[in-house]
Every structure is written in structure tokens, then in C-alpha cells.
């Protein structure tokens, strides 16, 4: 079974039923004992109440019994018997229940009274006592006679003189048993059904909080996952952590929600202004078709926006490339200087243009281990960001150097757009300074490339900005930095 | 007639100058909205053209900012916000119609058209006035059964005249709706573009159906000439 409820349920009522059932059982041994042992008493005293009865004077032994004193043992209908012997003699006395029949014997001297079933002579089911002893004789003074009661039969001479059984229905005591019986079964029914219903209750009561739970989340979908569930006080201490847990779980859902949306409405704008700009220069195209210079520069620009929408397309696929993680690194010795020099050459025309200076503080020596096409595209990213987005006239620095166990790479630019409030969404997909978005050059995606790529190389990448001066720092582990330049590093300084 | 474009993207902006141009209106271009909304204040347009997301000042307080001084130029939003929310929203603040990008050149002209028709109160694109026929939407002249082909320049001096017809035109008014801002034509331009008007529609008549106010301007008589 599947369900925690049907298994607290079935669990509860098996142990319960079978503890009642236990309690039960003991409980009609011990009264069944006790009834039988009131009933064996009463037989054994009625016994005694004949034994009492019975006289001995020389070698006559008789019973004085009066069935005024005790009728049971002369009505009609289920009377009781008795029957005296004298000891392996002959019958003494019956009652007159008996008539002619006997009572079975066991002979021999007993030393306390014998008891056992036995049918009765009108078939009912019986029970019966057998004693010996010694009539009262009215020759033996008081002292003697308990002298005779007391004293063992190996060191009486002469032993018990007579044998008396009786024996009454059981028919009553049965009865009674089966009585007690059926009703301690009732007792055990009637509290499993009541602790069927109570277990219920308590678990229905018990895992409520699940249910609630279980219908929040029901009511949920990506639009309400601000709804968190409730971590209230009173929650169970068990359902705290999963609560806990669950609502950090719909936060990150909720954040990556977010994202997507606003990646998706980013994609659209980023795709749907070029292919607004398309339509537009083609629709006019077309209209005047007979204009050949209009016709040219509709084509250049044509052409510019398929190149725009190209780089847009080709990014995303390197995003989703590195964000997959399922290319290995081509790890090997990568020279920063060397490096960051080759990745400057793609925009040191646009820079020259702005003016921009570029200044290359990295060590000679300095090498690292890394994915060299990997970390030459973080480069070209940085660097066209510092050019796109720098001020004007300003440098564009590009600095390394060991850090601790490993080191840490830079690039440094001056600007006038950027405030503290801007770092936290800089890696952001789409992400630009200008809600406008009006440089159709730029997507959005280069530093979030950046981040991408950082991740696959295990680079930490940090923000800063100092008034005007803004800066990207990437800091790699000591396992990708290489210790045997870090003397030359230091000697080049 | 004369518009004001004001579009942050280069390519867009470039494109729709050349294309309304050859429409034949006269098209002022802003690429922010600082810029877009200095030059709506200064100058009489006939339609604005306002994207919605501008560097500077987005599009709708540049709306905004008009309707509360009182300018009452007809605009036309357009924009890449496509959501109802955004259209609802730009109607609200006082935009005359709502484009979402992108779109098609001929589409934009004939909302342009309509602008301008409810500028001028005319409800339909055909147009007559006594024997002179002009379809706005088409941008057709037929006089005394005949058509007559003119240059943008002619046709929308034409339409301005017809548009606000039995109203006197001045020459500063109908340089203005042809002209664009940073334009250095002469001051007599509008002249010349009557006279030439004149040749095309009623060479040999000895009453133009253009009528000259000295001093005040030009007009064209709502009753039959």
C-alpha cells in the first residue's frame, strides 16, 4: 500500500487488534480460572458439609444427612449425588438422586480431595469431588479426633475409614464460562471498531497539514508560485523542513520562471526589431522598385541586418552550447600576455576610432592552464564590451597577475553609464544599460557568454566599479595556474 | 503633409524617412526622445510617428508630455510592444492609433492617411470638389475627367489645399506641412509649386481653381469654382 494514511491505518489497527485480542484472552484465562476455582471450593466445601455428617461408632459408619438441610440432593430434577464408601469397602450411603447407580471411585487413600469431569448418571455434564477420611466418632474425644484429621494416613494405623464423592452439574459453570467469553469478545470487537474509527480520526486529524499541503500545490502553476506554502507556527515539526525546503525549491522555480520569461521577451524584442527593420526596407524597396540607388542601399542594409540577426542566432547557440557543458575542455598552456594581445586586434579599430588606448599590464611569463579558444572568447567578449561601452578617449587596461594560489585576470574600463545597481544584472541574458535598446550592434549576450564560459572553466568572475572606473576580474583556481612562472611573474614586475 | 518620426533605431529611422518621403510626405526624424519631443513642441506636424522605447525620454511621457501642453497633433504609436495592456495603455494617454512592429510600409501609410484625414475632418479618401477629383489613399488627381499627374510635392500641396478647403492657406502654413524642419528651401518655393499646379490642372482656364489671397495665402473655394 502506497498511502502514508492507509498504512498508519492498517498498521495501528493490526497492532491495536492484536493487543486487545491479547488482553482479551488473558483476561477470560484469568476469570474462567477463578470461576472454576469458586466452583471446585463450593464442591469441595459441600463435601466437607457431608464429610461432617458422617459418624463412625466401632465398625458402623453412617451418614446423619437430612435433605431438609441440603435438598439438592433429593429433587427430581438436576439433582446432585453423593455417594460414601467405606474405604475399599462397600457402599455406605447414597443419595438418593443415585438410586441404584454409582459414582466412579478411585480408590486407594487420597490425601487431599481429587476433582474431575465426568458424565453425570442423567447425562448432564458433571463435576466431581472425591475425599477420604475419618468419620466423626462419637468414641474419640474432640482431642483425638483432630489428632486422627491431622496426622498423615502412613502414620495413622489404620488411614481414612471412609470415601465420599459428589458430584453437581457443570452445566452452570459452563455456561457462565461461555457467557464470559462471548462477552469479552463483544468487548474486543466493539473496541476494535471504536479504535478503527478513533485511528481514523487521529490520522485524518494528524495529516491534515498534507492535505492542505497537498491542495496548495494542487492549486499551483507557473503564474502563482509566489504563493508559497505557509510555514506557519503550528506546522508539524516534520512538515517544517519539507515546507521549508519546498518554498526554497518554488523560489528558485519561481526566479528561473522570470528568467525565462524575460529571456523570451528579450529574444522577441532582439529578433523583432531587425525583422521590423527587414520589413520595412524591403516594403519600401518594393514599392519604388524603379529607384536603383534607393534599391542599393536597401540591400546594404538588408544585408547589415542579417549579419545583426546572425550574431543574435550565433551567440545564443554558443550560450546553450556552454551552458549544456557537454564539450570537453582542450586544456593546455595558455600565455595571457600573448593571448589577451591577438584578442585585442578585433576591436582596436573600433577602438581607435573612439580614441581608446590600450593597455596591457600582464606579466610575460605568466601562463595558466585553460581552454585557450575558451578563454580567448571571454577576451573578445570583455574587450568588445570595454569598447562598446566605454567612454570615449578613455583607456581600456587588461591586467593579470598571481593571486593567492591562483590568479586573477582583469579588464578595466572608464564609463559613465553604469551605476552600483546595474552590477547584479551585468550577466544577465539580453541585459543592456539602455532600456531602449536602440544599438542594434549589440544584443545583450556577450557578457552573459562571458558568465557561461566562466562556469565551464571554473573561473570566479566578480563586477566592480569605482566612480567612473569599471572593472571585470576572473580569478582561476591554483590547479589551472601554473607555480613554476610565478617566480617569473614576480621577477617581471 | 508633414510628419515627425521618432525612432531610436537607425536602420528603422533611415528606412521610414526614405520610404514616407517618397509618399510624399515631409518627414522630421528624432532618435530620442529628448530630441522627438523638442521638435513636436516647436513644429507643426500633421501626424506623429513615437516609438515607445527611447533612450532619453521613453515614448510615453514624451505623449504624455504633449497632450498635458495642450498639443493636440495626432500620433501614432509604434512599437514592438505588442501585449494589449501596452496599446491600451498608449490610447489612454492620448495616441490616435497604434501600430505593433513589425509592419507592413503600406499598412503604416494608410493609417497615415487616415490621421491625416481626421486632422482635416474628411471622412473618405475620394475627394470632390467641383470638377477636381483626388483620392487620398491612391493619391490621385483627376480634373474635368482627366488625371493628372503630379510630383509629391505638387500632390501634397494639393491635398493640404483640398483638405482645408474654403480656408485660406498661408504660405508659412503650407511650407511648413511640406517642408521638412532642417529644409533650405527657398521661401518662394510654395509660389512656384502653385504656379506649376496651376499649369497641370487648368492650363487653359481663365480662373484657377487655386485662388490667391494677396497677402494672405492661397485657397481653394468649397463650392464648385
Not at chain 1, 507556527?233 to 518554488?250: C, G, M, Q, T
Request: glycine share 6%; charged share 25%.
Amino acid at each position: 500500500m502506497r498511502s502514508l494514511r492507509g498504512r498508519l491505518t492498517i498498521w495501528l489497527l493490526v497492532g491495536m487488534g492484536l493487543l486487545l485480542t491479547a488482553g482479551g484472552l488473558v483476561l477470560s484465562r484469568v476469570i474462567s480460572s477463578q470461576l472454576r476455582r469458586d466452583y471446585d471450593a463450593a464442591l469441595i466445601a459441600k463435601a466437607e458439609s457431608l464429610e461432617t455428617l458422617t459418624e463412625e461408632q466401632g465398625d458402623k459408619v453412617w451418614l446423619e444427612f437430612s435433605d431438609k438441610i441440603m435438598p439438592e440432593f433429593e429433587r427430581r430434577e438436576n439433582p446432585d449425588y453423593f455417594q460414601l464408601w467405606r474405604r475399599n469397602g462397600p457402599v455406605l450411603e447414597r443419595s438418593r438422586s443415585l438410586g441404584t447407580r454409582d459414582l466412579p471411585r478411585s480408590g486407594g487413600r487420597l490425601d487431599r480431595p481429587v476433582l474431575s469431569d465426568l458424565v453425570l448418571p442423567d447425562g448432564r455434564r458433571g463435576r466431581r469431588v472425591e475425599i477420604s477420611f475419618h468419620p466423626r466418632s462419637e468414641d474419640l474425644d474432640e482431642e483425638e479426633r483432630k489428632g486422627r484429621q491431622g496426622s498423615s494416613s502412613d502414620e495413622t494405623a489404620d488411614g481414612p475409614t471412609a470415601t465420599l464423592t459428589v458430584a453437581q452439574s457443570r452445566e452452570d459453570l459452563d455456561a457462565l464460562l461461555a457467557s464470559v467469553q462471548v462477552t469479552l469478545t463483544l468487548v474486543v470487537l466493539g473496541l476494535l471498531g471504536g479504535t478503527a474509527l478513533l485511528v481514523k480520526a487521529v490520522v485524518g486529524i494528524a495529516l491534515s497539514p498534507l492535505d492542505a499541503l497537498a491542495r496548495q500545490l494542487a492549486g499551483m502553476d507557473a503564474h502563482s508560485l509566489s504563493q508559497k506554502a505557509p510555514e506557519a507556527a503550528d506546522a508539524p515539526a516534520e512538515l517544517v523542513p519539507v515546507i521549508h525546503h519546498l518554498n526554497e525549491l518554488l523560489a528558485r522555480l519561481e526566479a528561473s520562471f522570470a528568467r525565462e520569461r524575460s529571456f523570451s521577451a528579450n529574444l522577441a524584442h532582439e529578433l523583432r526589431t531587425p525583422l521590423a527593420e527587414l520589413r520595412a526596407v524591403t516594403d519600401v524597396a518594393l514599392k519604388w522598385p524603379e529607384d536603383s540607388a534607393s534599391t542599393s542601399v536597401s540591400l546594404e542594409e538588408i544585408r547589415a541586418i542579417g549579419l545583426q540577426m546572425e550574431t543574435v542566432v550565433a551567440n545564443l547557440l554558443a550560450l546553450a552550447r556552454w551552458d549544456a557543458k557537454d564539450r570537453p575542455l582542450q586544456t593546455s598552456e595558455v600565455p595571457l600576455r600573448e593571448l589577451a594581445a591577438s584578442c585585442w586586434t578585433a576591436v582596436s579599430p573600433e577602438a581607435e576610432a573612439k580614441g581608446m588606448a590600450f593597455h596591457l599590464e600582464v606579466p610575460d611569463g605568466l601562463t595558466i592552464v585553460a581552454d585557450r579558444e575558451k578563454l580567448a572568447l571571454i577576451l573578445s567578449n570583455l574587450f568588445a564590451n570595454a569598447v562598446a561601452y566605454g567612454s570615449p578617449g578613455c583607456p581600456v587596461t587588461c591586467s593579470a597577475a598571481a593571486a593567492g594560489d591562483g590568479f586573477a585576470l582583469g579588464v578595466r574600463n572608464s564609463t559613465a553609464d553604469l551605476g552600483p545597481q546595474d552590477l547584479p544584472r551585468l550577466f544577465d541574458r539580453f541585459w543592456r544599460k539602455d532600456a531602449a535598446r536602440s544599438d542594434g550592434r549589440h544584443s545583450g549576450l556577450g557578457l552573459a557568454l562571458v558568465a557561461a564560459l566562466c562556469d565551464s572553466l571554473a573561473l570566479r568572475k566578480e563586477a566592480r566599479l569605482d566612480g567612473d572606473c569599471f572593472e571585470i576580474t576572473l580569478s582561476g583556481p591554483s590547479s589551472s595556474f601554473l607555480h613554476r612562472t610565478a617566480a617569473r611573474v614576480e621577477g617581471s614586475r | 503633409m508633414r510628419l515627425l518620426l521618432i525612432e531610436d533605431s537607425a536602420r528603422l529611422r533611415a528606412t521610414l524617412e526614405r520610404g514616407l518621403r517618397k509618399a510624399g510626405y515631409a518627414v522630421d526624424a528624432a532618435a530620442d526622445g529628448r530630441e522627438g519631443l523638442w521638435l513636436a513642441t516647436e513644429n507643426e506636424y500633421d501626424v506623429i510617428v513615437l516609438d515607445l522605447m527611447l533612450p532619453e525620454i521613453d515614448g510615453l511621457t514624451v505623449l504624455r508630455t504633449l497632450r498635458e501642453k495642450g498639443r493636440t497633433t495626432h500620433v501614432l504609436i509604434l512599437s514592438a510592444k505588442d501585449m494589449v495592456d501596452d496599446r491600451v495603455q498608449g490610447l489612454r494617454l492620448g495616441a490616435d492609433d497604434y501600430l505593433v512592429k513589425p509592419f507592413s510600409f503600406d499598412e503604416l501609410c494608410a493609417r497615415l492617411e487616415a490621421l491625416v484625414r481626421r486632422s482635416y475632418r474628411a471622412k473618405s479618401p475620394v475627394i470632390r470638389i467641383g470638377d477636381l477629383d483626388i483620392n487620398t489613399a491612391a493619391r490621385q488627381v483627376w480634373y474635368a475627367g482627366r488625371e493628372v499627374n503630379l510630383t509629391p510635392r505638387e500632390y501634397g500641396l494639393l491635398e493640404i489645399l483640398v483638405l482645408r478647403a474654403g480656408e485660406v492657406v498661408s504660405r508659412q502654413d503650407l511650407w511648413e506641412h511640406l517642408y521638412e524642419f532642417d529644409s533650405e528651401a527657398a521661401s518662394n518655393v510654395v509660389d512656384v509649386l502653385v504656379y506649376s499646379l496651376r499649369k497641370k490642372l487648368d492650363p487653359g482656364s481663365s480662373q484657377s481653381l487655386i485662388r490667391t489671397r494677396r497677402g494672405e495665402g492661397y485657397m481653394i473655394d468649397a463650392r464648385e469654382p
